[in-house]
Structures are given as structure tokens and as C-alpha cells.
């Protein structure tokens, strides 16, 4: 009996050795050259620290479960402004200028090379609740101005790059992805969306209603939304075996809600595929929650029903692209509960795409 009692509780006795056993662990490697220099001034939890530009400042020092650091930043933000930011962007902010505020000026002056950014002053004065942010962008960069009443404080121009905003390389995202989606345990439900006729277009060949949606790139890779009109006049999301390109497009748009179970391969850094086994919602939710829409494009439909299709997730912000290629039999969408299969590719920069789609097409005017 306690030879059985050891062997239940020796997994939790090694996970709390593991989790004692280094609190200097990060979970990237920016992470870890900013906190190697916080511990050089003493600091290797959320505190004060000393900077060379920004004088004294808060430093929060955020931990997951393990113990191992999964954030590290300095408020640059009153919290009402904070939360009307994009999160990952607030996140970037406040790491970076704590990141820069550590380096010698020479060091400084390489990291702006290095990251295609720029600062001024290099010495900003913050009064955090007497701030407000002025943001602008365009398809290659983003302009972050501080703005007190009495004038501009500092400018932060940065490039559009994942990989800077999020302070992780190819490998590390494509870890925390998958970390990310197995630590989903409850999705929200679906709303029911209402609409009135006024907001639907109608298809009179085909006998319903069109919600027009964007496209991407190409018209077939579209985000639009289907419904038929019911006998008490309500439009509801079209959900029939007839119409597979429809339904398909509507479940993947969230207007329907399933239990489809993704089975997939994820295509990762050294042409290496890791297998992924997570609900179609888990998959979205995380898709939509950080900063992705959804493109849905159908490739194929086989006479015996089988569906072949792409779903692009597109993230404006960060400018990058997770595409996933799934197959599935059209008796499976329509009951709504089964497998899926497939792969997905993460991270992909949307350039990438554009460049590929524009090469195939002059190819194609050339025959």
C-alpha cells in the first residue's frame, strides 16, 4: 500500500523539485537576457529596479505554474489605457523599454540596429497617469507616441515583426502554441447572432441569405456567412448536407457551434510534424482570441462527400498567418460532432503568402 501511495505522489514531489530547482528559468531567450540583467542590480522578482534611462521603475516579473518566467515588463501604462490596447502590443511596449533602459548606450545603439527601431528621446520622463497614447501604423510598422499636456514625451518606431513583438523566435512560438492550446479547458458558447434582412444579401439562384464578409487576397478565401429564412421569418445559419461549401464555411466562422475534434499534424521549425489532438472551438478560441480572423477557402468537394479545404487565420496586427488544411466528410459537418483531419502550419508572415500567391499567378498568365 505505501509503495503505491509513493508511486501516485512521486510525479507531484518531482514537479515541485523541478519547479524549486531554478527560479532563474525563462521561457525564452529575450526573457532571459533582460532578467540576467535585473539580477545583476538584485532583482529577480517584481520590484524597483534602478534603469540607466528611465530612473527608478516598477518591474513586474510574471511566473507560470513551474515557476519558469513568462513575462517581464515595466508599466508605461495607466490600466484604463492599458486595457484598450492590443495585449500583445502593451506586452511588447512595456518588456522593450525595460529592455533598452538596461543596456549600456553603445549595447542600446546595437539593439535599434539589430531591431530596425528607434527612439526619442533615449531618455524619456514618464508620468504614467498623465499619459495617452497615440498609435499609427501601416502594412510594415507601428508609431507609439506618449503625449502629456504638456507635449510629446517620447516616440517608439518599430517594425511589424512577430518574432520582436513577442520576443520569441520560430521555435519558441511554435512551442507555446501548442502549450497554449492544451491549456484550454472551457471555451465560451457561441452566441446566436441575429440579423435582420436589411443586413443580409439575398442569393435568389441558390435560395439564401449571404452575410458579405472580407476576402483574402483572392475572392475564394472568403469569411462570408450563410443563412436561410425560417417559416416565422428568424434566419438561421444554413446547416445542410447540400450545401457543404456553405455549412463548412459557417462552422469555421463561428456561427455554428460543434464538437468537431481536430486530429491534425503541426508542421514545425526542421520540417519536423508533431501531432495535435484538440476540439475545433479549443483551436478557434485561441485563433480569435489572439488577434486572428478566419478565411476559408474550399479546395475540393469528392463525389462521395468528402470536403477538402484551407483555413486561413489572418493577424493584421502582428502580420502573420496560421494556415490549416482540413478534410472532412460532409455527413460529419452537418451532424457536427466527429474528427477532422489535416495539418496546420503556424506563423507563417503574411508577405510569404502574398508573394507566393502573386508568383503563381504570373506563372499562370504566362501559359
Not at 1 to 23: E, N
Not at 104 to 132: I, M, N, Y
Not at 145 to 153: L, M, N, Q, R, Y
Not at 293 to 301: A, D, F, L, S, W
Request: aromatic share 10%; net charge neutral.
Amino acid at each position: 500500500m505505501l509503495k503505491k501511495v509513493f508511486i501516485t505522489v512521486l510525479p507531484f514531489l518531482c514537479s515541485l523539485c523541478a519547479y524549486g530547482a531554478d527560479r532563474d528559468s525563462c521561457q525564452t531567450k529575450v526573457l532571459k537576457e533582460i532578467y540576467q540583467h535585473l539580477k545583476a542590480r538584485g532583482v529577480t522578482e517584481s520590484g524597483i529596479v534602478r534603469t540607466n534611462t528611465l530612473g527608478l521603475r516598477d518591474v513586474l516579473i510574471e511566473r507560470n505554474q513551474f515557476g519558469v518566467v513568462q513575462q517581464i515588463r515595466t508599466p508605461l501604462f495607466a490600466q484604463e489605457l492599458r486595457d484598450n490596447l492590443p495585449a500583445q502590443l502593451a506586452d511588447f511596449i512595456e518588456r522593450y523599454m525595460l529592455q533598452l533602459s538596461l543596456l549600456s548606450p553603445a549595447d542600446r545603439s546595437r539593439q535599434f540596429f539589430d531591431d530596425l527601431t528607434h527612439l526619442s528621446p533615449e531618455s524619456p520622463k514618464f508620468v504614467d497617469s498623465l499619459c495617452h497614447v497615440q498609435i499609427d501604423s501601416n502594412d510594415k510598422k507601428y508609431v507609439f507616441t506618449w503625449v502629456s499636456p504638456k507635449g510629446e514625451i517620447a516616440k517608439l518606431t518599430f517594425p511589424k515583426s512577430f518574432e520582436l513583438i513577442t520576443g520569441q523566435n520560430m521555435q519558441e512560438r511554435e512551442r507555446v502554441f501548442q502549450e497554449q492550446l492544451k491549456a484550454i479547458t472551457d471555451v465560451p458558447v457561441i452566441e446566436p447572432i441575429s440579423y435582420s434582412e436589411e443586413q443580409l444579401e439575398k442569393n435568389d439562384t441558390l435560395d439564401y441569405y449571404v452575410h458579405p464578409g472580407p476576402y483574402y487576397i483572392i475572392k475564394p478565401m472568403k469569411s462570408e456567412t450563410y443563412f436561410q429564412k425560417s417559416l416565422d421569418g428568424v434566419f438561421i445559419p444554413v446547416l445542410d448536407e447540400n450545401r457543404p461549401e456553405e455549412t463548412l464555411r459557417n462552422i469555421f466562422c463561428r456561427v455554428i457551434k460543434t464538437d468537431l475534434q481536430l486530429q491534425i499534424n503541426h508542421y514545425v521549425y526542421g520540417l519536423k510534424k508533431e501531432p495535435i489532438s484538440v476540439s475545433l472551438s479549443a483551436f478557434d478560441y485561441l485563433c480569435r482570441q489572439t488577434g486572428c480572423k478566419p478565411y476559408v477557402g474550399i479546395e475540393n468537394i469528392t463525389n462521395d462527400g468528402l470536403i477538402k479545404a484551407t483555413v486561413l487565420y489572418e493577424n493584421t496586427d502582428l502580420d502573420y498567418n496560421h494556415l490549416l488544411y482540413v478534410e472532412v466528410d460532409t455527413q460529419t459537418i452537418v451532424h457536427r460532432k466527429g474528427i477532422v483531419k489535416g495539418f496546420v502550419m503556424s506563423y507563417i508572415p503574411t508577405h510569404s503568402l502574398s508573394n507566393l500567391y502573386y508568383e503563381n499567378e504570373r506563372k499562370y498568365k504566362k501559359r
